[in-house]
């Protein structure tokens, strides 16, 4: 069955640092990815995603991701982090073969120290 | 920009109680879901409804569990008789197409005691 892996539960970054949240799936197939955020409280935000073609995709709120085959990997990055990234982060996989329900990792916590 | 809504924000119920979650998709989607996320856990996959019937589900959408589009805007997910477990943040999603971004709703947080 498809998984996906996120292997550290909390990250803490100063502000104005770089930031990288891993990601890693298990799926025979061309993936399609996903990142989502969640602040405390709210709904599931998409950040960006990954279906086809070029491996380094942009999202919003100066984000980007890149997909690599070799590693199974779906890296998120950001080049300078804000207080307000403060969140939970969510990479999610469709399950495949047509199926309709996204499997999530368990998520990373990112904490901003100021 | 459209969204998906849900109501009511909260619900606490009693322990074999119905309740009855509600969402409504964004109006030119065609594949709707819910999802759930017990506190301090993943987000899991509960069910998708696509053409007025369940075209997938999880292990966790037992009989317990249902699904209706009693109009042409809701989408509501109803548990028969609540139990503690039951206790979580339920999402509702919809895309335009098959295996296209789903966009969530803000999430119903449910209180069983």
């Known amino acids: 069955a498809q998984s996906v892996t996120q292997p550290d539960i909390h990250i803490t970054v100063s502000e104005g640092a770089s930031l990288e949240l891993r990601c890693n799936y298990s799926?025979?197939?061309?993936?399609?990815l996903f990142w989502y955020v969640q602040s405390p409280g709210q709904g599931l935000q998409l950040l960006l995603k990954y279906f086809s073609g070029d491996t380094l995709v942009q999202g919003i709120k100066g984000f980007e991701a890149e997909f690599k085959r070799s590693q199974s990997s779906f890296n998120l990055r950001k080049p300078s982090v804000h207080w307000s990234d403060a969140a939970e982060y969510f990479c999610a996989v469709y399950s495949g073969g047509g199926a309709d329900g996204l499997t999530f990792g368990k998520g990373t916590h990112l904490i901003i120290q100021p | 920009e459209p969204e998906v809504t849900q109501t009511p924000s909260h619900q606490v119920t009693q322990m074999g109680q119905e309740v009855i979650l509600r969402c409504v998709p964004i109006s030119n989607h065609l594949y709707f879901y819910w999802y759930r996320q017990i506190l301090g856990q993943k987000v899991e996959f509960l069910v998708s409804?696509?053409?007025?019937?369940?075209?997938?589900k999880s292990e966790i959408f037992d009989d317990q569990f249902s699904v209706e589009r009693p109009d042409g805007s809701n989408f509501t997910l109803k548990i028969r008789s609540t139990k503690l477990e039951d206790s979580a943040m339920y999402f509702c999603?919809?895309?335009?197409?098959?295996?296209?971004?789903?966009?969530f709703g803000p999430g119903t947080r449910l209180l069983v005691l």
């Open positions: 799926y025979g197939a061309t993936p399609y």
């Open positions: 409804f696509y053409n007025n019937e369940i075209s997938e």
């Open positions: 999603a919809s895309t335009p197409g098959s295996q296209e971004t789903q966009y």
